[in-house]
């Protein structure tokens, strides 16, 4: 079983930033993958950050260049959202991946002004 608890989640106004950070009840170099996903009002949750076996790191494409993941600590990962545009306004879920099993934390809200 894998716990996550997530913060750092408001509203910031466009252009602004914000960085999350994701708590982990395991050493996050043990697990298969960490990550962070949203999930905006009417659409489906999708991938917007993940550290990868042998710490490869993936983003989606609409974050490339303003949003940073990583590691804190051992137990701790975090995203730094810059240049932050109305479109990215979602709930953000942290999600870990261990023996093939998925856990997510309860999630964080950011919210983007215009």
């Known amino acids: 079983q894998v716990h996550l608890v997530e913060s750092g989640g408001g509203l910031v106004q466009a252009g602004g930033s914000l960085r999350l950070s994701c708590v982990t009840s395991v050493r996050t170099f043990s697990l298969a993958a960490i990550g962070w996903y949203r999930e905006a009002p009417g659409k489906q949750r999708e991938l917007v950050a993940v550290?990868?076996?042998?710490?490869?790191i993936n983003y989606a494409d609409s974050v490339k260049g303003r949003f940073t993941i990583s590691r804190e600590n051992s137990w701790k990962v975090a995203l730094q959202m810059n240049s932050l545009k109305p479109e990215d306004t979602a709930v953000y879920y942290c999600n870990a991946r261990d023996r093939g099993m998925d856990y997510w934390g309860k999630g964080t809200l950011v919210t983007v002004s215009s």
């Open positions: 550290i990868g076996s042998l710490s490869a």
